[in-house]
């Protein structure tokens, strides 16, 4: 999920402190960042466990099933369904994915994400002050972190991979968003129904969905109109999953008409890029800049007409924290002012957008999600309507932001006034689609990294971007 960049806002979406954030110096660290444990870890002995490991689960999703096979694949499909037994083996994941992660690990150690180790740098050792900030961190480690991003990641993994074989034009956008909820659901082992259960673990904001010049922040709101997948689409899949508050936030591009194929490919390699500059220590500005530079190094034909690919100006990637999509740095993808640096204990979406259009996004109409704005007192608010919806926001979605969707699927009825009274107020923001110039086509990768002390770790990082 993207994070609005400070020029050109028309309201503060993700919160007034992050609007200033990217031209200031570190601020001190919120505790909710920290948690990430010291030392090693299970499973953490060799880093080729790593792909053995996500090859493992590989087979154990599809069972038999390798869902992004090209050719008679429907035949072999239905033949290897028949043969899968009703009830799930240990081990075994079904088609689509509905298992919870918990019964199929059992007591196995979730894979880890792609480890990379640090780059030494002579000039960049600790310093007394940053070895203090460490410290801190500690005091603040929860020994499950770990194991919770790993398990969000993992169950990101096995529900991209169905949505990538059922993302194929002629599919509406509400069954896809359906597909992908029902899969997260069901692999965190919440279905979020009872009160207070989604805030256990389950989807972490609003599945975005935007097709072509939507860039970011739509998704199928009950009762719209239907949208159906068409061959010409670009369309961008963004997704949270959150166990514990432990958000993993990644997102890919797919589209059918091989003419989109070298947009994609420098969108996916500026967001690699991102990834391989990101470290402790690393200045944001330089990782700006490498991004930029690789992204705008391609352009695409569409329509016999060569294109430059643009790296979208005033959206960014973000820091994460517990229960809180976008944290207090930016990450843009084009040269940015700042002397602020990633740290220790950081956890950050490397996210990139690349478009054939402007490259700037405007806010269209319409409604992507909600998110409760912590810092806005609630004493004025009278409205018996509001405050019951207040009450069922708190209580389920925290500060995770959520659609209407997500409402609805509590079995949540009649809530627009009381969330108009909310919006008004300033207790719960708003999020708008964020579109670019019509006709243009725009591409997103992005993957969560978590800046442990002794090596990054991609968490969310599959096979297959
Ligand atoms: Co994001």
Redesign the pocket.
Known sequence: ???KSPEGHRDTLHGSGGTTSIFASNPPKPDAASGLLHGKLEGQDNDDDDEDSNKGTGSDIESGITPLESGGQKKKRRNNRGRKKKKAVIGQQTYPPRIALANIFANKPYPEGQIVDYVQDENLQRTTAEELRHQAALGNMDDDFLKDYREAAEVHRQVRKHAQDIAKPGISMSDLAQNIEDGVRSLTGHQGIEAGDALKAGLAFPTGLCLNHVGAHWTPNPGGKEVILQYDDVLKV?F?VHVNGRIV?S?FTVASNPIYDNLLESVRAATNTGLREAGIDARIDHISGAIQEVMESYEVEINKKVIPVKAVKNIT??N?LRYK??GDKQVPFVKSKTTQRMEEGDIF?I?TFGSTGRAYLRDDIGVYGYGRNENVSTAGLHHASARSLLKTIDNNFGTLVFSRRYLEHMGVKNYHLGMRSLVSNGIVDCYAPLVDVPNSYIAQF?HTVLLRPNCKEIVSRGDDY
């Open positions: 999920m993207g994070s963004d949270g936030d997102a990637g973000h994460i999509i976008h979406a996210e992005e």
